[in-house]
């Protein structure tokens, strides 16, 4: 089937991130012609690179315009239209759609959420003046919503194969082979200075991995240079490709991770993380992060139910790091859940199979 994914960049890297890692799953793992039409092409081009050739000539990447003139074409004409996100679609492009050879599915790919309301609205139909069948398609951790994307697997054989990218060889040499690692993604909002500052506290070694922009976040928000004692090393690396992200999650020893596809992807790589969610006007934002970890902390004990519910509202890390062992051991095992809910595929298997 062609598929035409449509990823409009509302901030940052997710909206790209999520539609460049469907369409890669969609292509390699299920045969399907895929097409992403997108309004800002540089960023999607930033997170596709570095990914096997043979995948990435498999995918045509084009700018949001080339939609509006193309469906007519019986070759051209879409069988499913993604709109990631939920972003408005061309009118030129609906427009052609109407009177294409044939009618496509359209797909509003939502938001992920680990709230309960997600499982009756999941796979609705969402009816339309123009009359194409249109529904809800909802990712999720719950066994009878979407699924989350997997693709690629990080499994201990390929991440070990992987060298250390090019592009950060120097700065990774600089590693002290005794220190804990950690990761840095997060929002201008979070206490990062105060929270390294109580991190260095602990008598351990921390080599803190900032990644691109991240550096500037805290000097800009302390107001003044960082001065932290030598046990924490900051270690400030470019932008990386999607797949060499995912192998720096694997390489550390805890994430720091936000919005989407950063989240599940520290839970894919097994490591204890915290989630710096999305924060939003309206609170909803704490609704989501109480849901996750409802099912995230299901089987956990008491003890580290509060050590991670401290650690994922910023709590300083002097109040639960000494729960860490016992949280990387919930990290694999959650990661061996997460696959095991998603033998099926996952969600791009889970969207064929809709689709068909
Ligand atoms: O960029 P994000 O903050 O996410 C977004 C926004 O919040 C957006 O509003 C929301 O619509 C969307 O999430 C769902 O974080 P996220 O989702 O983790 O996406 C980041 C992507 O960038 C992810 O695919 C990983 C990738 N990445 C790299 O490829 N290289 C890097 O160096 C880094 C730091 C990230």
């Known amino acids: 089937m062609r598929w035409d994914i449509f990823c409009q960049i509302v901030d940052n890297y997710g909206d790209a991130g999520i539609c460049w890692r469907l369409a890669r799953s969609l292509s390699s793992l299920h045969g399907q012609d895929v097409r992403i039409f997108c309004d800002d092409l540089p960023t999607l081009n930033l997170l596709a690179s570095g990914v096997d050739q043979s995948i990435q ?16 074409h019986p070759v051209e004409a879409p069988d499913v239209v993604i709109e990631a996100f939920g972003c408005t679609l061309p009118e030129r492009y609906v427009a052609g759609l109407l ?20 499982t ?3 796979a609705k139909a969402s009816l339309q003046a123009h ?5 809800f398609f909802f990712p999720g951790f719950q066994a009878n919503v979407g699924g989350l994307l997997l693709d690629p697997i990080p499994d201990e054989s390929n991440l070990l194969a992987m060298k250390v990218p090019q592009s950060i060889e120097a700065i990774w040499s600089a590693l002290r082979p005794n220190a804990k690692r950690i990761s840095v993604f997060c929002y201008p909002g979070a206490p990062l200075r105060k929270w390294l500052e109580n991190l ?4 351990d070694d921390f080599d803190i991995v900032l990644t691109h922009g991240h550096a500037e976040l805290l000097r800009v928000h302390a107001g003044q240079e960082i001065n932290l004692p030598q046990s924490i ?4 690396i470019p932008f990386v490709s999607q797949d060499e992200y995912d192998w720096l999650l694997a390489q550390c020893d805890f994430n720091i991770v936000r919005g989407e596809d950063s989240f599940v992807r520290a839970q894919l790589a097994g490591k204890p993380f915290i989630w710096h969610i999305y924060p939003q006007e309206d609170r909803a934002h704490q609704v989501k992060l109480a849901a996750f970890l409802d099912l995230y902390l299901e089987s956990a004990s008491q003890d580290l139910k509060t050590a ?15 729960s860490l062992d016992a949280w990387s051991a919930h990290s694999k095992t959650w990661r061996a859940d997460l696959l095991e809910k ?4 996952g969600l791009a298997a889970r969207l064929v199979h809709f689709v068909a």
Not at 131 to 135: E, T
Not at 200 to 203: F, P, T
Not at 309 to 314: D, G, I, K, R, V
Request: charged fraction near 20%.
């Open 57 to 72: 000539q498999r995918i045509d990447l084009q700018p949001w315009e080339a939609s509006f003139s193309n469906v007519r």
């Open 99 to 118: 009177i294409a050879p044939k009618k496509p599915l359209m797909i509003n790919l939502e938001y992920l959420s680990a709230e309960p309301w997600v």
């Open 120 to 122: 009756d609205f999941h």
């Open 131 to 135: 009359g194409i069948p249109k529904y």
């Open 200 to 203: 260095s506290l602990s008598g």
């Open 233 to 236: 090393q900051l270690l400030s």
């Open 308 to 322: 991670c519910m401290a650690a994922m509202t910023w709590a300083m890390p002097d109040e639960w790091l000494k």
């Open 342 to 345: 998603n033998a099926d595929g």
